[in-house]
DNA sequence: CGACCTGGTGTTATCGCTAACATCACCGGC
DNA sequence: GCCGGTGATGTTAGCGATAACACCAGGTCG
């Protein structure tokens, strides 16, 4: 039996179009001086063969690769595996490929590891998705050179970063609350050493302050339905709670229950503001005005951001930030009387 | 300013440690006949240099990459998502990177784009998961030579696959209930055109029959907690359902909600059991008894799957299936009296 | 004691591509 | 009508690894 003879390679379909194989690295890569007719006899060389050019070959000479590291925790919350999902498809769409590596916590070493498994791979560039501190730490590790953006992560540190707008999303949802009637809005909030909970924080914050309303503690959660849930069944008990703002929608989504178990119907006697816009929230019951990231734009500026470092080795404006959009659905009312 | 010099290759390394680049890759390929202490100095080099092999130039000359491709939806989904993160871990670990290529949605063109993607990449393999019928015909178009397994795709098909065993799980959950002593047992299934459901209505169907128990209609659903609440409210109002599996966690949640409005508690009067055991399962109200999937398990048989395809050519038992757990929590008791 | 193996090493060719330079026909301008 | 420019193409030289073979010392064996 005859083995299957090798793929195609450049000069195959140079012969068959008659040219040189130059040449047909010329019209693979738009060169400008071929003529019409000889990059249309090549292209259909190509097309006869079903010829895909050999990407090692052309990584080996011009030293370049079309691959994207990342660097992701293993995790399925919802805003990080959005993110996650979206870069990778922006990045399929701009001819990358995106190669993940998975770490299970974001301390300095997985990430370490992570990150020279992917300058092992010799990739164009990394993302690192680092939402808390101690993955924020870990990249202080990475070596300069390699182009290098951060999402999610320490909008205090200088390294190239895209996040979403978290206090701009914050402040919108309180300030929502407060523009219906409420005097002051509650805050259940995510884990402290995450970016996003202080973000939302702060943006509650400054909201509160902007009308001079009075600052209530801030009630401190993780991200899980089951401690919006705990949060909730301690405010559901202070007659005076008549608006809260919750740093995700699960957190939300326990406050809800927490609240119609108490006999306190949202939004007539509590309001609820939830972030994220999970797929459920317009579902939840009653649907969940919530606070919308864009995640397809994270995605878009943060590649954005790494083939400007790609090509150019240096970054201008290394922060970047993406407004997000306040969804109005049925969770919010005026204050009962 | 100087240039940065490029990376060192084998024969910098070879030139420091006195011996020839072959030696060199001896050594980084562990061959036998290289003497202990030339494959000491040679890795003292490397060590000097920081040295990393170039990927391209090996796979230029081998023909083979140490890359998999992975199809997935874009979906956060907790199943495929789970699924997803795991074997990026598993063929991490094995020394493989993953490419990841998205797809808004599970149709024929979108597929074939995407394996298009990864051999133009040339990949050592490709990953499909497939969890519902239309992605699985997508394959049909699918070129043969090209190592691919087939993640929670279609049984029915010949091709390699690896799957949970949903039937399995699905049969001890609904057995769970029939040996707590409920006369039968209700089902909440997840959209019929996917596999999984199409599984665990099946198992649940069949352990109905081994014990001669009614077997009620399937309550068609989605996914989502909102579609469980919708089914969680007729089966609510219904005295003589006692016991209901679903078809994951989700629409547990939803059954779960609709139960407790309805003043019918979990588990005194009514039984139910999930799947998947999301994280938050065991912070439901109450906590859930639900099916595991060992999702770890199903992406090493997927790793292994692929990588005796791409070493043997041809695999002797294409379909390998793996057994989920019967995680016990609160949810389920004896039917009232 | 010379032929032969064998473990350790070096030399050379090669993978498929792009960069750099070479070639050549043809053009316009003085 | 010769010169230089320019557009279209071909030729050659690597990129950095592995594979195949060559080589050499030292031991084994007939």
Redesign the pocket.
Known sequence: MEKTS??P???DV?RLA?????????V??N?????E???LRVKAAIKELD????RA??A????KTQLIGVVAQNSTLYGPASLLSAFEEAAGAAGFAVSVGRVKVLDRDSIAAAVERHRDQRVAGIVVIAPNSSAADALADVPAGVPLVTVDGDPDRPTPLVTVDQAKGAFEATKHLIDAGHETVWHVSGPADWFDAAGRVQGWRAALDATSAEVPPVVAADWSAASGYRAGQMLARMPEVTAVFCSNDHLALGVLRAMSERGRRVPHDVSVVGFDDVPEAAYFIPPLTTVRPDFAAVAHETLGLLLEQVSDGETTRPQRTVAPMLVKRDSVAPPPR
């Open positions: 090798r793929d390679a450049m000069t140079a008659g040219v040189s194989h130059q040449t047909v690295s010329r693979l890569n060169h400008p001086n071929v003529r007719q000889t990059r010829y895909r050019p050999n070959a052309r080996l000479v011009t030293g």
